[in-house]
């Protein structure tokens, strides 16, 4: 195991019917709230009502930010900032699924950043070195996606539609003070973006799992339950969606995977580094992304790191060894993983979310710029070079 330090304050109410305590709770840190959420509320507009109904009910003054696109855009991160600053908010609610949450933080930190906001990216766009935020307003989390976990980490993942680039903002300020975790407020989520949740999910942890240090296996073991959880859960959400259990055992499932449990001193996301481009410069939606991604990912790199896919293959996808050997092992399980995404009704190839062999360079082009180390390699173990990214992409691509 590596060295770490440890560290996450995030308090959190969890359970069905939760959400009705956002009064009591959001009077504990302020008395001027202004909830963050979507430019299109859709389905949830009658819950961002009654939030406002509990909040108003116990005498705080209430502003709405209604602006968050998905995979939000820095420039709608300033226009945020300066309307909590210039009607002196003292707490922000993100409200929704990920982008909404991460527009929040975002949102907080822009508050008090004296520089330009995208100084605050993990991205050297600008070849500047970055600088995280220090500060941020309090924050309360309400998701309604079980998917980023954002709601109990210190990450923010925002967009710069000019640049196009997508990358995050990773800082202590961002941790929230409160997370509401209500299983109830994902039930009339419609069935893709819960099989995409589901992938996201299960990236959070694969990618740490796969690409990430050897020995280290009570992660390990913790991974293997988080990624059990979903892929034993999702399909009974899906056949049933108005199951609160599967729904709560998603929620928390997808909270687990990224709160940092599962990987102090290991965060390897490779993955997810090449399938922000595909969101970036192509609008794919996040979840898709990963899972477009995930089982040629898998192909390309099993022989590197043959003991961890053997595991995977044994204690995730359940694999029966029976006399095969480890190589047959592994590619069942990888066969098995990608008929699950399947069955969910996810994309598993770049086809299917409109990629061409045309667009390859220009995704790599993106990881080079944004998440390449000094050493012209993509950060995981072992690292990966750009042309390791390529022939991956041709696998992403059947004929």
Known sequence: MNNFDFYNPVRVHFGPGTVKDVGLLSKEIGTKVCIVSYRNLGFLEPLCAKVVQLLEAEGIKVYTFFEAEP??????????ADFCRNNEVDLIIGL?????????????????????????????????E????????????????????????????????????????????LYPHTAIIDPELTVSLPAYQTACAAADSISH?????????????LQHSFQEGVMRTVIDYVPLA???????????????????????WASPGDAWTPIHQVAHNLTSLFGVAHGASLSALMPAWMKSFSSRRKNRYLQFALNVMR?????????????EGITAFEGFLKAIGVPVTLNEVGVKDTDLDSIIDGVKKVSFGEGGMLSCIPPVSAEDIKKMLKTAQPA
Do not use: H
């Open 71 to 80: 995979n939000p855009d820095i420039t709608t991160i300033a226009r945020g």
């Open 96 to 128: 929704g699924g990920g982008s909404a949450m991460d527009a929040a933080k975002a949102v907080a930190a822009g508050v008090f950043y004296k520089a330009e906001l995208w100084n605050m990216v993990y991205s050297r766009q600008y070849g500047t």
């Open 130 to 173: 970055v600088v995280p935020p220090e500060d941020a307003l309090p924050m309360l989390m309400i998701p309604t996606l079980p998917a980023t976990g954002s709601e109990m980490n210190q990450c923010s993942v925002v967009s710069n539609r000019v640049l196009k680039e997508k990358s995050f903002i990773w800082a202590e300020c």
């Open 205 to 217: 942890v694969l990618e740490i799992y796969i690409n990430g240090e050897e020995d280290s296996p």
């Open 238 to 260: 899906l056949n049933e969606p108005g199951n609160i259990d599967a729904r709560a055992n998603l929620q928390w499932a997808a909270t687990c995977a990224i709160n940092g």
């Open 319 to 331: 694999v029966v060894p029976g006399g095969k050997s480890e190589d047959e092992i592994i590619a």
